[in-house]
Each structure stands twice: as C-alpha cells, then as structure tokens.
T-cell receptor
Framework: DTEVTQTPKHLVMGMTNKKSLKCEQH?????MYWYKQKAKKPPELMFV???????INESVPSRFSPECPNSSLLNLHLHALQPEDSALYLC?????????????FGDGTRLSIL | GENVEQHPSTLSVQEGDSAVIKCTYS??????FPWYKQELGKRPQLIID?????GEKKDQRIAVTLNKTAKHFSLHITETQPEDSAVYFC???????????FGTGTRLTIIP
C-alpha cells in the first residue's frame, strides 16, 4: 500500500493550460519533495519543503510553482508548460530532511504536454 | 555537487543465482545510502538502506555493503526470483546540502 497519495495519476494538458498536481501523506512526516523522472532515467530533485517552508529549489523554471498548505499536503501548480516537461512527477516524504531519513515515494502523476 | 556512478546499466541473471550492483559516490559528506526498486510504471520503493557508520546490512535475500574509504557501496541479491526483475537505483544523501542524489539505474532481468 502506498502511504504517499498523488492525484491525478495521469494528466494531459495543453501548453496554455493551468493545472495542479496534489500529494498527501498522513505519516506525520515534516519533509516533502517533488521529483521529475523522465523515461529510463533516475528521479531528479525539483523542490524540498521542510516544516512547510521551501528549503530547496533546484533552479526549476517558474512555470512550476510548489505550494505546501500544511504538513500533510504538497501541491505543484503548472502553467505554460513545454512538451519537454512531459514526465512522471513523483512526490516523496520523510520524517525530516536530515541524514538517515528514508524518503517514501508516491505512485506519481504521469504528465503529458500536447 | 555529489555524483553517483552505478554499474552495470543492465544485468541478466539466471533464476536462483546472485546479482550484484555497484555504486560509487564522490562527496565524503554523504552519510546515508538507500537502494530503491522501481518496477515498470510504478513508484521507486525503498528496499534497503545503510548508514555511514555501518559496513554491512542484510535483510533476508538482500544485503548492502559500504566501503567509506573507497566511497563504494553495493547491493547483493541472492537466490534471485522472477519478481526481482526491475530497475534498481542506488542513492547517496549528502549531509552538507541535504540532497538525495540517485545513480543512473540498473535494469535487472531474472531469466527463468
């Protein structure tokens, strides 16, 4: 069973659309992450939230806008995406951001940009 | 930044034999090394991890070894089964920048 829940599972959108990806965890974790994974590649870190504050932004284009409304929820707002943004977007959570904290992944949202 | 090299990129093993995947990291500030298994179309799933103060850890058919001096860590799967077929990623957590860096992945195929 997946303890990190992501919705939607699949999303197709045009380059002018605005959409949001959602992630939820109820493990009491205080760190949450967004990763992007292209086919046959490892996950690439995009954003890290620690105690609901953005702590790492890996120089992600502004067309991706993260939001952490509370300790259980993480959103990724999408606007004016490009075809190369098509990928699997994975959310993860961990107890904290310090060392020795396993990250647990959700099933991801498979995003296709037309 | 941290760089994690992973070998081999593909590995085919007869069912019942052992499989070994090796990773090398670059930054001595890395102190936590998880391994993830990702089946096609599914999420990366943590299968085992090791901390920098430990040299070896075992969980049933899976074991991980760490050589801090050489900056090497390896995944060992014994008595392989068809359900072990997947892509395996090693990763390195850097204590300095608090980031998890993944290796490039190994596609493991178990031949029945």
């Amino acid at each position: 069973d997946t303890e990190v829940t992501q919705t939607p599972k699949h999303l197709v959108m045009g380059m002018t659309n605005k959409k949001s990806l959602k992630c939820e965890q109820h493990m009491g974790h205080r760190a949450m992450y967004w990763y992007k994974q292209k086919a046959k590649k490892p996950p690439e870190l995009m954003f890290v939230y620690s105690y609901e504050k953005l702590s790492i932004n890996e120089s992600v284009p502004s067309r991706f806008s993260p939001e952490c409304p509370n300790s259980s929820l993480l959103n990724l707002h999408l606007h004016a995406l490009q075809p190369e943004d098509s990928a699997l977007y994975l959310c993860a959570s961990s107890r904290g951001t310090g060392g020795n904290q396993p990250q647990h992944f959700g099933d991801g949202t498979r995003l296709s940009i037309l | 930044g941290e760089n994690v090299e992973q070998h081999p990129s593909t590995l085919s093993v007869q069912e019942g034999d052992s499989a070994v995947i090796k990773c090398t990291y670059s930054d001595s500030a890395s102190n936590y090394f998880p391994w993830y298994k990702q089946e096609l179309g599914k999420r990366p799933q943590l299968i085992i991890d090791i901390r920098s103060n430990v040299g070896e850890k075992k969980d049933q058919r899976i074991a991980v070894t760490l050589n801090k001096t050489a900056k090497h860590f390896s995944l060992h799967i014994t008595e392989t089964q068809p359900e072990d077929s997947a892509v395996y990623f090693c990763a390195s957590f850097n204590f300095g920048n608090e980031k998890l860096t993944f290796g490039t992945g190994t596609r493991l195929t178990i031949i029945p």
